[in-house]
């Protein structure tokens, strides 16, 4: 099923993100479970000495790798070599993640981009099915904007949209990756990552890290993970079905679409 509304623009899809959480997300935070981070000695401070000391080795080790990385990628897509966007981090905080481009700047007759996974090329098919798109997110790691287990960064275009229960994922630095704890769909719902986070918001231990270390390789690995990933074919957080449950673009009620279809330009603006 495709996750994308060719129909609707970009501005069109955040006016309806904006009204699902305003409709929607005071019902959704009555029925959502409270959640209980973590607060013990290593969530406070072993974690982060960790991954000053595991980064800068990873930094050394990978240099040679992101020179490859950025010759093939100025060869396959030219100037500029580097994707930067805005994220959110711990604590609502925002920081610029840096990455090597694997899409094109397509944009439909309306001057939108178009979805992802018609603008990413066969090279960056490949560097986003092995995980090499993530190198340089380890100066990230160093500088202290991210972790290297912890909740994936989103756009910050997203967070409005969070329940209050999955706010919680920004109680602690974003990751790589947050693993699923079971490797299992080739395609990895909304509402199964942002469970995911909250899990390991909760979970948060030296133990678990571990454990989501071996995991971290095994997904980056895992073949259905990993076609999935390199199509890049899930859609956009959108907010919540009136169950508690994350959608993304595909599933926006019927009576959304009509109704922002139905606003002057004026309003749209």
Known sequence: MSTYQPDLTARQIELIGRKLAADRREAVDSIQD?????????????????????????????????LVIAVVTLADLGRPLFFRQVRVGRNAERFTIVKFRNMTEERNEKGDLLPPEQRVTKWGK?????????????????KGDMSIIGPRPLPEVYLQRFSRRHMHRLDVR???????????????????????????????????????????VRFAFDCKSATARAVAKRGSFMGYDLDGKAINDADIPAEYIEWVKGLSGEEIL
Request: hydrophobic share 45%; with cysteine.
């Open 34 to 66: 409270e959640v209980h981070p973590a607060t013990g000695l290593y969530a406070r401070y072993g974690k982060r000495c960790l991954d000053i000391a595991l980064s800068a080795v990873a930094l050394v080790v990978t240099l040679p790798i992101n």
């Open 126 to 142: 490949f560097v986003r099915k092995t995980s090499l798109d993530e190198l340089l997110n380890f100066w990230s790691i160093f």
């Open 174 to 216: 974003p990751g790589l990756e947050c693993p699923p704890r079971h490797l299992g769909s080739s395609v990895w719902t909304w509402n199964e990552q942002l469970e995911n986070d909250i899990w390991y918001v909760e979970h948060l231990s030296f133990k678990t890290d571990l454990i989501m270390a071996v995991n971290l």
